[in-house]
């Protein structure tokens, strides 16, 4: 992975990002993002008595101001800290210099700047619970097929299929605002040494500064903030990706169920209208996994600073903070413009003629013929229906054993899929009072 900001990743990178989020994950972002936390650190250990004011202020002057081509930094350093307070302290005067970058470690100010830019990228994501909401509301009763290992298995309505999504997103959305996004600040073993008894009012008044958590310690090596933060993006990315995947099934010809709005033409065939927007969240939730993978992989760190697994966080960090805007953005226009159609829906309900009832059927059997007796009768009539090409209906109506127990009224009843939704209205009740619950969370 490239930055965002490269232009090498202009052409392909820009399909799995959006331009806000990206902006606050790019070179210049990262850059501002260590130069507001070397500002911080100055203005909080001032604070503490340990930095001359005079000083914090020449230093915190110099990091509001100073413009920095990411290109010019010295990448042989192995780190963009290291050249960062070389610039900075060049533009210092000699008086300040010293109290520059004071008590802290190279790590210390890039993990809090990435933390920075994580919490300036995520923007809520209430618009996509939003969306995926008002889709419930708008199709509570709108029949449709139920599929279980793609097959046509009874009847749903679209609702509780939204409302389903609805679940994942509000689920996906708590984790997300859970993860915690700590400073970090350790100094050189993690002592704190440099710092003396001040370091941990230091590290509070970081913290406060830059809108971040404290934690307990430093965690140079101990990742399970950076761990639980690509849990937690992972699991927003594959939320979006379920509504993508299965608006992509139903908006396939055959099944027609659904249309994306929006664009969606190809290059070769002019009457196609191609589910962009689910196809480009899909192909963010497919990569997520490596990048989690790498994250995991890259937690193991030796001792008290690690040798390469802290270098292999920063680019898969960053991926797949821009993968989670992409998502939740396209997601959000994805389910807005999203068309519905019921007579598809209900079209498609009708194709097995029948066949999709018989679970109902079978209930309605079951008192009197007992469960497996029952399953195997209307099994045995659903077959002779299809090979025959008649109805499920008529063979029911035909069967001397059926025509003993149920009357055509009842089969007529036991046959209507609006009769046949269970607690449907129930759990689609559940998820829109979770997701009104979460937006006062």
């Known amino acids: 992975m490239r930055p965002s900001s490269s232009p ?27 130069l507001d936390c070397e500002q911080a650190l100055a203005e909080a250990g001032a604070d503490a008595g340990l930095v001359p004011p005079d000083a914090a202020s020449a230093i915190a002057d110099v990091c509001r101001t100073l413009e920095v081509d990411p290109s010019r930094l010295d990448q042989e350093a192995g780190n963009p800290v290291v050249p960062l307070v070389r610039v900075l302290g060049e533009r210092l005067p000699a008086e300040a210099r010293p109290w520059l970058h004071h008590g802290a470690t190279s790590q210390d100010v890039l993990d809090t700047a990435m933390m920075l830019c994580v919490r300036r990228a995520l923007a809520d994501p209430d618009d996509v619970m939003a969306a995926c909401a008002e889709q419930v509301r708008a199709h509570r009763h709108t029949l449709m097929p139920a599929r279980t290992l793609g097959q046509q298995a009874g009847p749903t309505t679209f609702g509780l299929k939204a409302a389903g999504w609805l679940t994942g997103l509000v689920q996906a959305r708590t ?15 993690g002592t704190l040494a440099a710092l003396g008894d001040a370091g941990p009012a230091v590290a509070e008044g ?72 689910s196809v480009l969240v899909t192909a963010a939730a497919r990569r997520v996994p490596g990048l989690v993978a790498t ?107 059926v025509k003993r127990l149920l009357t055509e009224d009842d089969l007529d009843a036991a046959l209507d899929p609006a009769g046949w939704l269970g607690s449907a209205d129930t759990l689609i009740d559940s998820a829109l009072a979770m997701f009104e619950r979460s937006l006062h969370d």
């Open 295 to 401: 994250l995991y992989a890259a937690g193991l760190h030796e001792h008290e600073r690690a040798t390469g697994s802290w270098h292999a966080e920063w680019e898969p960090l960053r991926e797949l903070v821009r993968l989670t805007g992409s998502a939740t953005a396209r997601t959000t226009e994805l389910l807005r413009d999203l068309r519905v159609h019921p007579d598809r829906m209900r079209a498609n309900l009708d194709l097995t003629g029948g066949l999709v009832m018989s679970e109902s059927v079978a209930g309605r059997l079951a008192p009197s013929l007992g469960r497996a007796v029952a399953h195997e009768l209307v099994a045995r009539l659903g077959r002779a229906a299809t090979d025959s090409g008649t109805t499920l209906r008529e063979q029911l109506v035909a069967d001397p054993e």
């Open 175 to 189: 984790r997300l605002s859970s993860a915690d996004l700590p400073v970090q600040l350790g100094g050189a073993t």
């Open 8 to 34: 090498s990743d202009a052409l392909l990178g820009a399909f799995f990002g959006v331009r806000r989020v990206d902006a606050e994950v790019s070179d210049q972002a990262l850059l501002r993002a260590m």
């Open 206 to 277: 970081v913290a406060r500064r830059l809108g971040l958590t404290v934690p307990t310690g430093p965690w140079h090596t101990n990742r399970q903030p950076v761990l639980t933060l690509a849990s937690a993006l992972a699991g927003m990315v594959v939320a979006c990706g379920k509504v993508s995947l299965d608006v992509t099934l139903l908006a396939q010809t055959e099944v027609g169920e659904v249309t994306e709005g929006g664009p969606g033409g190809s290059s070769a065939l002019p009457h196609k209208q191609n589910p962009v927007r």
